[in-house]
């Protein structure tokens, strides 16, 4: 791993860093494919989003960018991008002025085994996702819900584990968006209660808009998801990954999955 602190190679994280204590702070996943971060500026606006939200100070995505060409390497690496509010004293509230702190890093990607692209093996997670508008969306640093429900499995058998939120509606995997074929059309959770608005949902969903069927958001129940003629992950390093099977059940693949891969690659 390759890792930059405020720019410095080698650099530490203060213990008192406010992500640290508090997951006071946000990331970014991004996929760096043919030297090129995949979706860089839907990246940046997104972790922008979630500075506004957490009333950080503005952002300097030149930088950030700047950093983020420096530290990536080979044709096909991850960077991982953390901003946080800084160090502070002891205590929730938010230091005035407030500063951020960056954490650059990037890691060897391998490509991933050829039994990946069958599709995924999933299951429902007992742990649910607590409600917040506030933080709805926001790919912020508090994701022990997430780190919970991916401990309920370690058997080999289970690649992914879908979500539910506190009221039962289903939300999201553990790490990637969920997309279901009904009646002919793609449909996606609303994001407007908790969950993480992924940078591939986004293109996904743009990519449907072009070919002229618009995703759809609403609220989904889990008999919406059992009942999907297909099932579809999306995240920023997977792009989108077809279900194959749910809880057992085999789930046929759907062809615009190969389609939107193929579009994937030529972006
Ligand atoms: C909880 C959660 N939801 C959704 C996503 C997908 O987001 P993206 O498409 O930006 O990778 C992730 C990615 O890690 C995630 O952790």
Sequence with gaps: MHVLVDGLQGGQVDPLDRGLNYGDGLFETIAVLDGRPRFLDWHLERLAGGAGRLGFPALDAALLRREIAAITFGARCIVKLIV?????????????????????AAWDWPAPPASAAAGAR???????????????????????EQVLARAEWDDGVMDEGLMCDEG???????????????????????????????????AFCAWQAEQGSPVEERVLARADIESASALLLTNALAGAWPVRELEGRPVPVDGDCGEFSAWLARV
């Design 168 to 202: 039962g509606s289903v939300i999201s995997a553990t790490q990637a968006n969920l997309f279901a074929k009904l009646a002919g059309r793609w449909v996606t959770p609303r994001l407007d209660q908790c969950g993480v608005a992924g940078v591939m949902r986004r």
């Design 122 to 144: 999933v299951g429902w997670c007992r742990m649910r996702l607590g409600r917040n508008p506030a933080l709805a969306g926001v790919k912020h640093l508090n994701r022990l």
């Design 84 to 104: 946080t509010r800084g160090s502070g004293p002891r205590g929730y509230r938010p230091p005035r002025p407030a500063s951020t702190r960056r954490i650059v």
